[in-house]
């Protein structure tokens, strides 16, 4: 039987969202806006408690997710900020590589691979969320 707690790190990141008090560049408005609709839809899905029920949704969480991506690679950072932006949107699409990972093996009941993405989700949100703070993208990041 799957360990649902193992999967929880994955899909609880993909609604993170956090508060800041540093003003917001244009840049950091958009993508706040983008992350606040996407982390609010997010929301509105129901929590899966089987694995067939992971499995949509992911799928769900996905399409949401690759929408959203698709949106911030629109942005267009300053030039001060441009190799941070690349480096935060890189790990964006590893995400969003992951959730789509998730869905597979949340259909072909593969826990380990669930557990696996899990575990590194959690290692990949700390530099994300790290970066998302310092261009001032506090929808973005966890709480911390």
């Known amino acids: 039987m799957i360990r649902f707690a193992a999967v929880l790190p994955l899909l609880a990141a993909l609604t993170a969202c956090g508060a800041g008090s540093k003003p917001e560049s244009q840049l950091a408005r958009q993508a706040n806006a983008?992350?606040?609709?996407?982390?609010?839809?997010?929301?509105?899905?129901?929590?899966?408690a089987s694995m067939p029920e992971t499995a949509t949704y992911a799928a769900k969480a996905h399409a949401l997710f690759a929408t959203s991506t698709r949106k911030l690679h629109r942005l267009t950072p300053r030039p001060a900020d441009a190799a941070y932006y690349r480096a935060w949107l890189a790990l964006v699409d590893e995400a969003l590589r992951r959730v789509a990972a998730l869905e597979h093996a949340a259909r072909a009941r593969d826990e380990a691979t669930i557990n696996a993405l899990g575990q590194a989700t959690t290692r990949a949100r700390v530099k994300s969320d790290a970066l998302a703070r310092s261009l001032g993208f506090t929808a973005c990041a966890a709480a911390g």
Request: proline share 7%.
């Open 34 to 48: 983008i992350c606040t609709t996407y982390s609010r839809a997010v929301d509105a899905l129901k929590a899966p």
